[in-house]
Structures are given as C-alpha cells and as structure tokens.
C-alpha cells in the first residue's frame, strides 16, 4: 500500500521481555518519527530520524528505549526489559521533511501483561 | 517552548448542529499548527495545516480552522456534523518552524455526534 505500515498490528508479552516493532514509511520519506499514546492520552514523541542526520532522541522515556533506521526506510523500536508502564500503542509516522506534514501509520498496540 | 491547549476533552453535538473544537496555542516563534483526527483503532489522519500562509485553513470532510494570533488560537470548525465525525480530535504544533520537526499533541477532545 502507499502508507506507513507498522507491524506487529497487537502485541501482546510479559514483563522483562524485549520487544521490537516496526515501521515501514511511505517511499520517499525522508524524516521518520515514533510517538507513544497511552490510553486516553495524546501522543507523546520518542525519537525522529531525518535523512542521514543524527536522530534526535529527545523524547525516549529511558535507555531501554532504543531505535534504529536503515537508510531512508525501515525503522525499528526496540524497548528491552519490558515494564507494564511501556503498554501503549506506538505509532510511527513518516514525512517528506520541510514543513510537509506527517502521515501516521495504525500503530502497534503493546500489552505488557 | 511550544504548546497546545485543547480546552474541552469532550464535546457533544447532535447531527446536522455546528461543531467547535477549542485550542490555544503557545510559541515562541510563528509555529505550524495541525488538526489530526483518530477513529478508534485507527491511526492518525491530518485534517489540515496551517503554515503561515492564509490565516483561514480549509481541510477534509467540511472542517476548517482559522488562526488567530491575537488570540493565540487554532479552533476547528464545521457548520455540519456528520455521524461519522466522531472521533478524537488533535490540536498539535510543530517543535521548531522551517521544518516540521516532531509534533507536540494536545491531550485530545472526544466528539460525540447524537442522532
């Protein structure tokens, strides 16, 4: 399809595991973000890729929280040692960068049980 | 810093009646504002965007919002709800002006749309 992907869509694991999410952005995208929302909040950002540029990482909660991207695609958001305060719903979103406006993805919907 | 204020979490209309969603805004600069709307279990769709250019923005499905400097405000309108507009509602700025940089989202404002 022709907008940001994410998977997995739901995921669902116990306390102390590591888990990775992924995202996908719209082809051609040169900036890249991670956003947390949890339950009934607004959005939160965690860290933004842009280009070749150093990430800005401002916004990671702890150093459990870590991201990656190749290039100008796919990126991963890694939390390790999972606590239930990390269950939220990540949603990754993807611009032209400039003052282009972000598309998001579905977001993947964490559970730490 | 950059800010937004949503100043209802909750607003309820009945079909067919006008729609205000409230937002204030704080920057230190001439900031890009947006509206983004969330159906549940959906992602985030851009309503529209205000990027210095005409104060009045018009965007998807009749909404539209007027930026007023004066009143450092950003409120989203439309003259006629649907059923399908409810929804969350997201007032956001952008962390520096040029590029968008990361967004900074209002706590939302849930619409709800009476028949």
């Known amino acids: 399809g022709a907008g940001v992907s994410q998977s997995p869509s739901n995921k669902v694991t116990e306390k102390g595991k590591d888990v990775e999410l992924r995202c996908d952005p719209i082809s051609g995208h040169t900036a890249l973000y991670w956003y947390r929302q949890r339950l009934g909040q607004g959005l939160e950002f965690l860290i933004y890729f842009q280009g070749n540029s150093a990430p800005d990482k401002s916004g990671l909660p702890s150093d459990r929280f870590s991201a990656e991207r190749t290039g100008e695609s796919v990126s991963t958001l890694t939390i390790q040692r999972t606590q239930q305060e990390d269950s939220a719903v990540y949603l990754c979103?993807?611009?032209?960068?400039?003052?282009?406006?972000?598309?998001f993805g579905d977001g993947t919907r964490l559970s730490i049980l | 810093a950059q800010s937004v204020t949503q100043l209802d979490s909750h607003v309820s209309v009945s079909e067919g009646t006008p729609v205000l969603l409230r937002c204030n805004y704080s920057s230190s600069y001439s900031p890009s504002l947006f509206w983004y709307v969330q159906h549940p279990n959906k992602g985030l769709q851009l309503l529209l965007k205000?990027?210095?250019?005409?104060?009045l923005v018009k965007g998807i499905n009749g909404f539209e919002a007027e930026f007023k400097k004066s009143e450092t405000s950003f409120h989203l309108t439309k003259p006629s709800a649907h059923m399908s507009d409810a929804a969350e509602y997201f007032c956001v700025v952008s962390d520096r002006p040029g590029n968008t940089g990361k967004l900074i989202f209002g706590q939302g404002t849930t619409l709800q749309v009476k028949p």
């Open positions: 979103a993807s611009s032209l960068g400039g003052k282009q406006p972000q598309h």
């Open positions: 205000y990027t210095s250019a005409a104060t």
